[in-house]
């Protein structure tokens, strides 16, 4: 995988946000690959799509691109929050690729968000746009990357190294169980998983999970087992290969 961006695609516009919106497609369209089949070429919609960039003519996955020269934060402005609820229970919702670049060099970090991690809780509504704007009253929104478990998070170059593809597509396979489960089964899933990641530690117990009991009863009001829950959540987590259970409350991270 070649990271520079190649001369024959330089876009003759005068905006440099136009600009790397053709290199960066350009790109990923020759070098990127398809992350849940392997193959080796995306392909881009025609200009002006609603949702979707570019998709895999062999599994038909399809993909939203995101590109920016400084790295991706806690946060990724996206478009009308309503649209993005719509989206959620959608079967062709696109997954998320994020591209950060070096200008002058090319790409930096590139890395796939799955579009069975979008859940509401990573999904932030923005203040309405103000009287006098040109779209007053439009509402926006951003997808919280902060509240992605980093398993959620496959990358493919990190910080100018290019990842193994085995690992990549074997990442990508080990969570696919996720489309099988229901919004809520999946939130509870994926709000499970980053407590404990959040735990630091490849080996962590039972209460260990627990010390987060006020944070997901924050999250789920409605639901008075939240121990129960957990317990539960951990039970899925390793029956799906993400977690061993070695006995006695304790558990081993994979």
């Known amino acids: 995988m070649k990271l520079g961006f190649e001369e024959s695609a330089q876009a003759p516009y005068d905006s440099g946000s ?20 392997g193959h080796a070429e995306l392909s881009q919609f025609p ?8 998709h895999c003519k062999n599994c038909n996955e399809e ?3 995101k590109s920016q020269k400084s790295k991706f934060g806690s946060k990724v402005v996206d478009g009308a929050y309503h649209k993005m609820c719509e989206r959620l229970a959608a079967e062709n919702n696109p997954n998320l690729m994020l591209l950060n670049y070096i ?31 040109r ?17 959620g998070k496959i990358h493919i170059v990190r910080d100018g190294v290019v990842l193994d593809r085995h690992n990549v597509l074997e990442q990508w396979q080990k ?9 809520t089964s999946r939130g509870w899933l994926l709000n499970v998983l980053r407590c404990v990641e959040a735990i630091h530690a490849k080996d962590f117990s039972l209460d260990d999970v627990y010390a987060f009991e006020s944070r997901l009863s924050g999250l789920y009001p409605m639901n008075q ?3 129960q829950k957990i317990r539960q959540q951990l039970q899925v987590l390793r029956d799906r290969g993400y977690l061993v259970f070695l006995g006695r409350g304790r558990y081993r991270l994979l």
Not at 18 to 37: D, G, H, S, V, Y
Not at 135 to 151: F, K, Q, V, Y
Request: net charge positive; with cysteine; glycine share 4%.
């Open 47 to 54: 200009n002006n799509r609603p949702v979707a960039d570019l």
């Open 18 to 37: 136009q600009t790397a919106r053709i290199l960066t497609e350009a790109w990923a369209t020759k070098q990127a690959f398809c992350p849940n089949c």
């Open 135 to 151: 779209r007053a009253g439009w509402i926006g929104c951003n997808i919280l990357l902060s509240n992605l478990p980093e398993a």
């Open 63 to 65: 993909f939203e691109l």
């Open 103 to 133: 200008p002058k060099l090319g790409v930096n970090n590139f890395f796939v968000v799955p579009k069975h991690f979008f859940v509401v809780e990573i999904i932030e509504k923005r203040k309405p746009l103000r009287d006098g704007a």
């Open 225 to 227: 087992h939240v121990r």
């Open 175 to 183: 969570s696919l169980f996720l489309r099988e489960e229901t919004a």
